[in-house]
Nanobody
Framework: QVQLVESGGGLVQPGGSLRLSCAASGSIGGINTMGWYRQAPGKQRELVAAVTSGGSPNYVDSVMGRFTISRDNAKRTVYLQMDSLKPEDTAVYYC???????????????WGQGTQVTVSS
């Protein structure tokens, strides 16, 4: 019913930049918070950044000042601009959206398939 498709991952050198995109599609009645999580090998998945439907962002401390989250509600797309990347940013990044399916009252969380980000020289 709802799909989240991510793009933009890859290999980058330390200090470099990448921009992730995630587009939501399907039978969508509404989208509330959208965000990005990441999971490094052997670690738990953690919230990196999230943005409300009104555009208010929040970030995990480790990416504050380096990453910027934004969204285009008309395109149902959320972005993560990642600058000054560090090796410790290496992880699979997952898009998340809190969505109400059309003609239904309940809100549910949906996930993208994940995109690999590798920061290495």
């Amino acid at each position: 019913q709802v799909q989240l498709v991510e793009s933009g991952g890859g290999l980058v050198q330390p200090g470099g930049s990448l921009r992730l995109s995630c587009a939501a599609s399907g039978s969508i009645g509404g989208i509330n918070t959208m965000g990005w999580y990441r999971q490094a090998p052997g670690k738990q998945r953690e919230l990196v950044a999230a943005v409300t439907s009104g555009g208010s962002p929040n970030y995990v401390d480790s990416v504050m000042g380096r990453f910027t989250i934004s969204r285009d509600n008309a395109k149902r797309t959320v972005y993560l601009q990642m600058d000054s990347l560090k090796p410790e940013d290496t992880a699979v990044y997952y898009c998340n959206a809190h969505v109400r399916v059309r003609f239904q009252a309940l809100w549910s969380d949906y996930w993208g398939q994940g995109t690999q980000v590798t920061v290495s020289s």
